[in-house]
């Protein structure tokens, strides 16, 4: 039971361009979201995160949306880089428990093509 | 500032034989985790130490065994290593676990291999 998705194994964008990563949870009780970002042989690092009682979250060139309607999230980059190129994972969590028994999506490998 | 630290980087086990992988924080934190990445799966949670003392299964944890050593330390067992536990396995730890806005950092990962 993949509580959390990211239907998109990849995405390919150029340079300068948006790129949209996707993920959708089915677990009504997470109500905190976060997104991770993995170089090849480095563990994920920490990106940006939303709490349920917002719907948007920026942090300069990337901006999380929420739809909690939807049960959907999405990690906008604006505009996207080169060096942005990366497997993305999208992670949520219940509030209460510890904040890293986190439960992650399969991940979208992103490049960005100069 | 080290961060999270994990030894060793990579490891080749024969079927049946025992390892066990080593994590340390510097970062005073107090929950610490284990989680392993298999291609199409992301990561899961095998088992986690909210605090010094205790620790708790997660999703994954047949195969394992866990030690919170101290605050600092936690390792992750294979008593009798299987090829399905071929994966890359990534220590974490975060530091209030019970507020907001707080993530989990990680490390640079194990990447074992059963043979």
């Known amino acids: 039971d993949q509580q959390v998705k990211q239907n998109s194994p990849s995405l390919s964008v150029q340079e300068g361009r948006i790129s949209i990563l996707n993920c959708d949870y089915t677990?009504?009780?997470?109500?905190?979201f976060l997104w991770y970002k993995k170089y090849p042989a480095e563990g994920p690092t920490f990106l940006i995160s939303?709490?349920?009682?917002?719907d948007k979250n920026e942090d300069g060139r990337f901006t999380v949306f929420l739809n909690k309607s939807a049960k959907h999230l999405s990690l906008h980059i604006v505009p996207s880089q080169p060096g942005d190129s990366a497997v993305y994972f999208c992670?949520?969590?219940?509030?209460?428990?510890?904040?890293?028994?986190?439960?992650f999506g399969q991940g979208t490998i992103l490049t960005v093509h100069p | 500032n080290a961060g999270v630290t994990q030894t060793p980087k990579f490891q080749v086990l024969k079927t049946g034989q025992s390892m066990t992988l080593q994590c340390a924080q510097d970062?005073?934190?107090?929950?610490m985790y284990w989680y392993r990445q298999d291609p199409g799966m992301g990561l899961r949670l095998i088992y986690y130490?909210?605090?010094?003392?205790?620790?708790d299964k997660g999703e994954v944890p047949n195969g394992y065994n866990v030690s919170r050593l101290n605050k600092r330390e936690f390792s992750l067992r294979l008593e009798s290593a299987a090829p399905s536990q071929t994966s890359v396995y990534f220590c974490?730890?975060?530091?209030?676990?019970?507020?907001?806005?707080?993530?989990?950092?990680f490390g640079q990962g194990t990447r074992l291999t059963v043979v």
């Open positions: 974490a730890s975060s530091q209030r676990p019970r507020l907001v806005n707080t993530e989990a950092f």
């Open positions: 677990n009504s009780m997470f109500d905190y």
């Open positions: 939303i709490s349920s009682i917002k």
């Open positions: 992670a949520a969590v219940r509030s209460g428990t510890s904040y890293g028994k986190l439960t």
């Open positions: 970062m005073n934190h107090n929950s």
């Open positions: 130490s909210a605090s010094e003392g205790t620790t």
